[in-house]
């Protein structure tokens, strides 16, 4: 049970590459999510997927697309990287299913993370 | 919308010292809430949680108090380690909602 694991581990771009960044969890949580870490920030939600074959933007999207591929995989593509997307990048998973109350008490696991620079 | 406010850092202290990280938020309804750490290097980890007014998270030493009447949800250890030393984020799930609000982090740095 390796938990939600993350690659690459790190990764250096020049503006304008694409990249996509790996997530995958195996503990059959429906719903999982990407996030960047800056400095002062904390954790700002990106996209998430409640369920397969469900995305939402959350507080920081532009310029940034996601896969939910099947129920393990999450994946965060940028398009055209620019520097202000040099960050710490971390994918999340939860059991959580949307809208039943006995979610509330779950918590949501992270993987290790990706740190992204983008000259 | 729901928020998260920490106290900023780093909160320094010496090994044995007495730690209170402040947290309140702001949400309506009933939020659960929770306390997260990271570790240098490492993704986060939960530390503690409390669902509903009054209940205590404990863990590790650690402890925190969910009080409706003043917003807060303050993080407490009676005598820090060394190996404490991280970066811990407060935050709330919202019971009607899939997203965790967090707050900025506060870094805590325990010297020997």
């Known amino acids: 049970n390796a938990g939600v694991t993350q690659t690459p581990k790190f990764q250096v771009l020049k503006t304008g590459q694409s990249m996509t960044l790996q997530c995958a969890q195996d503990m059959n949580h429906n719903s999982m999510y990407w996030y960047r870490q800056d400095p002062g920030m904390g954790l700002r939600l990106i996209y998430y997927?409640?369920?397969?074959?469900?995305?939402d933007k959350g507080e920081v999207p532009n310029g940034y697309n996601v896969s939910r591929l099947n129920k393990r995989e999450f994946s965060l593509r940028l398009e055209s990287a620019a520097p202000s997307q040099t960050s710490v990048y971390f994918c999340a998973s939860w059991p959580r299913v949307y809208g039943l109350a006995h979610g509330r008490a779950d918590t949501q696991y992270f993987g290790p993370g990706t740190r992204l620079t983008v000259l | 919308g729901d928020s998260v406010t920490q106290m900023e850092g780093p909160v320094t202290l010496s090994e044995e010292a007495f730690l209170t990280i402040n947290c309140t938020y702001t949400?309506?309804?009933?939020?659960?809430l929770f306390w997260y750490v990271q570790y240098p290097g490492e993704g986060l980890q939960l530390l503690l949680k409390?669902?509903?007014?009054?209940d205590k998270g404990s863990n590790k030493g650690f402890e925190a108090t969910y009080r409706k009447e003043t917003t807060s949800f303050h993080l407490e250890k009676g005598s820090v380690q060394v190996s404490d030393s991280a970066v811990y984020f407060c935050?709330?799930?919202?019971?009607?909602?899939?997203?965790?609000?967090f707050g900025t982090g506060t870094r805590l740095q325990v010297f020997p």
């Open positions: 409390a669902t509903k007014a009054d």
């Open positions: 935050a709330l799930s919202d019971q009607d909602t899939d997203k965790l609000i």
């Open positions: 949400a309506t309804g009933y939020p659960s």
């Open positions: 997927s409640a369920s397969e074959g469900t995305t």
